[in-house]
Nanobody, 123 residues
Framework: VQLQASGGGLVQTGASVRLSCAGS????????VGWFRQAPGKEREFVAA????????YYADSLKGRFTISRDNAKNTVYLLMNSLKPEDTAVYYC?????????????????WGQGTLVTVSS
């Protein structure tokens, strides 16, 4: 099983970035996918999650309205569109996949993880 996160980079405040999480070796459409991020010196935190069929999405309260998670199961890919980026959004962004639909905001329940992609927002 592999999850490949991509799309990060250096952007300016206010910019938009779309991250991708491509999965292989697993029944992708039957796995929920979550995005988490970890800033330097901080713990990993929940960003957003989406159920396997894409029917339900979840967001960290502080990010609602700026971030949008979606998926294309035909491409085995989940996306995270991040708008109006701020310097405090700077972090390594990780995607994880798991069965089930409960407790999607908790990283400990995810079975598979990608390697992370760094997003740096300059002021």
């Amino acid at each position: 099983v592999q999850l490949q996160a991509s799309g990060g980079g250096l952007v300016q405040t206010g910019a938009s970035v779309r991250l991708s999480c491509a999965g292989s070796g697993l029944p992708f459409s039957r796995n929920a996918v979550g995005w988490f991020r970890q800033a330097p010196g901080k713990e990993r935190e929940f960003v957003a999650a989406i159920t396997g069929n894409g029917g339900t999405t979840y967001y960290a309260d502080s990010l609602k309205g700026r971030f949008t998670i979606s998926r294309d199961n035909a491409k085995n890919t989940v996306y995270l569109l991040m708008n109006s980026l701020k310097p405090e959004d700077t972090a390594v962004y990780y995607c994880g996949a798991r069965n089930g639909i409960s407790n999607l905001q908790y990283s400990r329940y995810y079975r598979y993880w990608g390697q992370g992609t760094l997003v740096t927002v300059s002021s």
